[in-house]
């Protein structure tokens, strides 16, 4: 993998291509000041002023009496210690605000290639969801996969000789709260064709997929060779679709070849070795090919999977009733 194929899958460099068949977005660049503060963690956890005045937490009424704890006391050694003043954007606050309210009210951050998924654990709704610049900074602020794209995007490049893009974006998508998780698919392609494709969430059963596999297959395939084919910008790449209701599918995603991509059903020895062009198409057939995930609403360096955790007796008894009934079935056959 080299940088041009992780350039391409930035999504201010493969939307514009796309963006009749992709979710309506709106994309910022962001000024290198807004970048200094996503990447300082010299102190607590401090969001810009809003000139909305808008806030990212819930609010909460106190009593001042209650938080003795947390007022400096007249003659204090304290007293120098002033935190330092808030931050301030007032012109991209002002231009994402008037995207949110264009793109009706509610839109998923991400920067070039990366959402921050993994702190939605911190927003009030417990998704990704934002109606506010202040909602948004606080995912970002939050976000280890933010940190990749502003520190380690091309670690994977056999090429690589930066450590950064020169330029970063803040991409707003509009966003679905009834979009259905089944109905996500990753798609691999090597050397331009379609060699792959898979359902997007490997940790539930879906009985509805099995009967339209062969439909799905069908759309997805005439999607690539119609929308998408030898109109990226790289060879080998990994795009996700979403398929509507009323069959029309939608780009959400590009992503690399490898790296830090997921293969999911997939491994990416069998991707490799697979010269299909028709594109092999999975999904799991039953609750017993379920793929057990870490997903939970708390930080993930709060998961502790060593030997004798929670989650490691958790994994350990879901793989001893996977075995058991994979037993059960081999009796009753």
């Known amino acids: 993998m080299n940088e041009e194929d992780v350039n391409a899958c930035q999504i201010q460099e ?9 979710i309506r977005t709106s994309i910022h660049e962001l000024p290198e ?21 808008r806030d990212a937490f819930p609010k909460r009424i106190c009593k001042l009496e209650e938080e003795g704890d947390f007022v400096v006391q007249e003659g204090s050694g304290d007293e120098s210690e002033k935190p330092p003043p808030p931050p301030s954007f007032p ?13 009706g009210g509610v839109v998923f951050p991400k920067l070039n290639w990366s959402s921050p998924k993994d702190a939605a654990w911190i927003s009030s709704t417990g998704n990704l969801g934002c109606t506010s610049f202040s909602e948004i900074v606080l995912l970002l602020k939050s976000s280890d996969s933010v940190i990749h794209d502003l520190c380690y995007a091309y670690d994977s490049c ?35 064709h379609l060699v792959g ?18 439909d799905l297959k069908t759309l997805i395939l005439e999607f690539f060779m119609g929308k ?9 790449y990994t795009f996700d679709v979403y398929v509507t209701k009323d069959k029309r599918v939608k780009v959400l995603d590009f992503n690399p070849w490898s790296g830090s991509t997921l293969p999911l059903l997939f491994s990416w020895e069998e991707l490799e070795s697979n010269a299909r062009d028709d594109g092999e198409f999975r999904i799991i057939e039953s609750r017993h090919g379920i793929r057990p995930g870490l997903k939970s609403s708390v930080p993930f360096d709060y ?14 008894k879901v793989d001893e009733e996977s075995k058991r009934q994979t037993s059960a079935e081999g009796i009753g056959s």
């Open 197 to 214: 494709v898979c359902q997007r969430e490997v940790t539930n059963f879906y009985p509805a997929l099995v009967e339209l596999q062969h």
């Open 303 to 316: 998961l502790d999977t060593s030997l004798g955790s929670g989650w490691d007796q958790f994994l350990r």
């Open 228 to 236: 998408v084919e030898g109109k990226f910008g790289s060879k080998n």
């Open 91 to 103: 012109d991209l606050e002002l231009a994402t605000n008037s995207s949110i309210e264009t793109l």
């Open 33 to 53: 000041s807004f970048i200094h503060y996503l990447l300082d963690d010299s102190g607590s956890l401090l969001l810009p002023l809003s000139i909305a005045e």
């Open 14 to 22: 493969w939307y514009p291509k796309f963006k009749s068949v992709s």
């Open 158 to 192: 056999k090429d690589r000789t930066s450590s950064r893009p020169s330029k970063f974006f803040l991409a707003l998508r509009k966003w679905y709260p009834t979009l259905k998780p089944e109905m996500e698919f990753r798609c691999f392609v090597k050397d331009n």
